[in-house]
């Protein structure tokens, strides 16, 4: 059946460097993915998404990229900072043409260190 | 502030009571959805209305009984849970139609569940 999964439950970064958040799928079928950002006390915020037909997509410090032969999906955040810290949730989306039916992973906990 | 508001943010009930959960959104989407979210498992989607029509049934028991009186509002009906229920409800929203970023749901922060 389908699934999305993230290899890690917790990741621990020192503050300056890069972070690599992955994540693993098994739908072939997915043609849309997104990135959540969830801090403690509050809902899930939108990061990022990105369609099957790229492979990198970037933001402002943060990018996506995507591997469809493996089915693999990560998000690499740059010079990460304290306020970085969260949990993020990778997720894939059937758009039913009115609405999103959004199916998470587990998570990974992000902890950034001084 | 996301635009979506969940009341209450906390909520302790019995296993007999009835009690609802309450969202808005100031956003002027038309999609609204609930998610459950239980400690180590992934956001469960549990209902979906797409302009004030329900679109999605995830498989939801009867004790819970969703209401989209109109686009703004969206309530979650609770009555005789079971202690297995305790979680946070979240509500989101989102455009619902195609556009740049069809997977944005906006979130409101949620309202804490414990039954007892």
């Known amino acids: 059946g389908e699934s999305v999964g993230l290899h890690l439950p917790t990741l621990s970064v020192q503050e300056g460097d890069n972070s690599i958040i992955n994540c693993a799928y098994s739908n072939s079928a997915s043609d849309y993915f997104i990135w959540y950002k969830q801090e403690s006390g509050k809902g899930p915020q939108f990061i990022i998404d990105?369609?099957?037909?790229?492979d990198k997509r970037q933001g402002q410090r943060v990018t996506v990229l995507l591997n469809k032969t493996v089915k693999h999906l990560s998000l690499q955040i740059a010079a990460t900072q304290p306020g970085d810290s969260a949990v993020y949730f990778c997720?894939?989306?059937?758009?039913?043409?009115?609405?999103?039916?959004?199916?998470f992973g587990t998570g990974t906990r992000l902890q950034v260190t001084l | 502030e996301t635009g979506v508001t969940q009341t209450p943010r906390h909520l302790v009930m019995g296993m007999t009571n009835k009690k609802s959960l309450k969202c808005e959104q100031h956003l002027g989407h038309n999609a609204m959805y609930w998610y459950k979210q239980s400690a180590k498992k992934p956001l469960e989607l549990m209902f979906v209305y797409s302009l004030e029509e329900r679109v999605e049934n995830n498989s939801v028991p009867s004790r819970f009984s969703p209401e989209c009186p109109n686009s703004s509002h969206l309530f979650l009906h609770l009555h005789t849970l079971q202690p297995e229920d305790s979680a946070l409800y979240l509500c989101?929203?989102?455009?619902?139609?195609?556009?740049?970023?069809?997977?944005?749901?906006?979130f409101g922060e949620g309202s804490r569940l414990t039954v007892l």
């Open positions: 990105i369609r099957s037909n790229m």
């Open positions: 989101a929203s989102s455009q619902g139609l195609a556009g740049d970023a069809p997977g944005e749901l906006f």
């Open positions: 997720a894939e989306n059937a758009y039913t043409g009115t609405a999103s039916k959004l199916t």
